[in-house]
């Protein structure tokens, strides 16, 4: 049986890739570091992500407000804000090829795990959803995101340095876990069979 390699989806993002493949040890060790530091600064300061942001959002129409307002007053040219840039019609065209392509890519898996053409995808979704749900009952927003962060900057690389062993124990386990899935699923079918079995019996 073959496994499909869990980080075949960084091959579209090639600078992502090489950040959490940790091509660049000393790029890849700062953006972890820098993430670590901002995570226990947030801790320490108590914040709710939205009362961050909005704090953030504040005192930045307000420096703004503040640095216009005395580039007019001086008639300073070089101290005006700079403004949000406005999408060209090329670069409009490439960003929504770009959504597209993602977007699409994301519906095919999503309607593969709704509709159950794909068991072992619904169950990974489903594993996935209920261990979130339980961590999530031990942890705060911020310590799920950095331990998504740190999660997302050892698990590829690891895999990268064994991937010919934990494809084996994948492997094994699928097959272990395919063998359950079809015994459940030929129970439940022959159950609901034999249901409606019996009820064309009764309108006979």
Known sequence: MTTSCPIEFLEGFPKAKALLLWECPKKSGGV????????????????TMLSLFSTILLFAVIAS??????ARIT????MKVPLVPELDEKSKIELGN????????LSVVCNKILTGSNPWLT??????????SKIGAFFH?????FQGVLLSFTIPKIYQLKKTEIDQM????RTQINAYYMVL???VLGKIGGGKAKAEEKKQ
């Open 185 to 187: 699923k030929g129970n």
């Open 141 to 145: 927003f911020w310590t799920l995101v």
């Open 98 to 105: 770009k959504v597209q392509s993602s977007f699409n890519k």
């Open 170 to 173: 994948v492997g094994a386990g």
């Open 65 to 70: 407000f503040v640095w216009a307002s005395i």
């Open 123 to 132: 169950l990974q979704a489903a594993g996935f959803l209920f261990t979130v």
């Open 75 to 78: 008639n300073r040219d070089d």
């Open 32 to 47: 972890l570091a820098l993430t670590t530091m901002m995570y226990f600064l947030m801790e320490l300061s108590g914040y």
